[in-house]
Each structure stands twice: as structure tokens, then as C-alpha cells.
């Protein structure tokens, strides 16, 4: 698709929103924090939130609105309380949409953003300790064992799609030794798992 512009003239900004995440991990390795962030003219939202890892269960919301653009809206600064006890998974962020008029869509639209660069955080991270444990770890390897913990994985984009070169890859790669030990665990329901948090 073209977009037009008009050559005549020179364009002027109207609008500017940056937006912000970042992930952290804590002192006990145990837990991330994640921080998102935007602004433009008119908003200033945040909300930083701690879930368990590996089970990205949300264990805490903290929401601020230092910028909005009527006193009213602070009113939707708790509209996230209820995700606390839940994990982020597919889906999450649609539990809220039910609530929209008691809730701020910009608060709503940073918790999608912390949700999805939750789950980034937690493939670099796990790609980290999975290099730790077994050394030149290829990376279909790395994603089979994902796909143990997290099988909603697959079918979720067009690289992860069943038939894709990149999944047969992953289903016809051999598995380093001991790797059967993490598949146990995954398999174990997670309240079963010492892993679940």
C-alpha cells in the first residue's frame, strides 16, 4: 500500500505517544518485574507488575496515572486488580475487555504490552539457562523444550505454524542428554510442579 503525501507542502506532527517496557529480574531469580509506560500530550500511564517465574503468574498490579486528561479517569487506576492470580497466557488481556467502561484503555493497552514482552523476557531468559546446562544447545532444541512447558506455543505465528520449515526442524531434532528430565517436570500438572509458583 502507497501512502500518499503531498509534495507541496512539508507535514506536521500532530501527535507523538511513546511507549516503554521493561523487564527485570529479581535478586532471587524467582520473580520479574515488569515496567510499561507511555506518554503523549494528553496521558501519562504506568503500571509495573511482578509475576513468578516460570510460571508468569501475576502476583502484584501497581498502576499510575500521573497524566490524564480528566479527573475522572483515575478512577480506573485499580481496573487491573483482578488479573492478580492469574498467568499470563494467551488470552489474558480479553478477560478485561468485558470491563471496559470501568476500566482506562490505556491501562488496559500497557498491560497487553507488559504481558507480551513478559512472555520475551522469559524465552531470553530460559535461552540463557538452557545455554548454561547444555552447551551448544541449537536453537530448535531450545524451542522443543519450550514447546514442554508452554504448548499453546505452537500454531500461535506462521514460523510456529505445524508445517512451517522451522517446526519440522523442531519436531525431527534430537534432544541433548538429560533434557528428559525437564521434559518430567513440564509434565507434571502444575500444582504438582515445585516449578508452578
Known sequence: ?????????????????????????????????????????????????????????????????????????????????????KRVLPGLARELKNEAHQSCTHLLNLFHEACYNLTLAQSIFGKEELNT?????????????FLWFRPELEGSCVRYAANSPFMQKVSAVPMPPGAEKLKAVAQKKPRDRKLAN
Open 1 to 85: 500500500m502507497n501512502v500518499r503525501r503531498d509534495s507541496r507542502s512539508e507535514e506536521r506532527l500532530i501527535c507523538n505517544r511513546k511507549k516503554n517496557v521493561d523487564v527485570f529480574l529479581l535478586p532471587s531469580g524467582k520473580q520479574f518485574r515488569a515496567v510499561a509506560e507511555m506518554q503523549d500530550g494528553v496521558h501519562h500511564m504506568r503500571i509495573s507488575m511482578i509475576v513468578n517465574q516460570p510460571s508468569l503468574r501475576i502476583t502484584a498490579i501497581e498502576c499510575e496515572m500521573p497524566g490524564v486528561p480528566d479527573p475522572v479517569c483515575s478512577k480506573a487506576r485499580n481496573c487491573l486488580q483482578a488479573m492478580i492470580g
Open 133 to 145: 546446562l547444555f552447551p551448544n544447545i541449537t536453537e530448535e532444541q531450545v524451542f522443543n523444550i
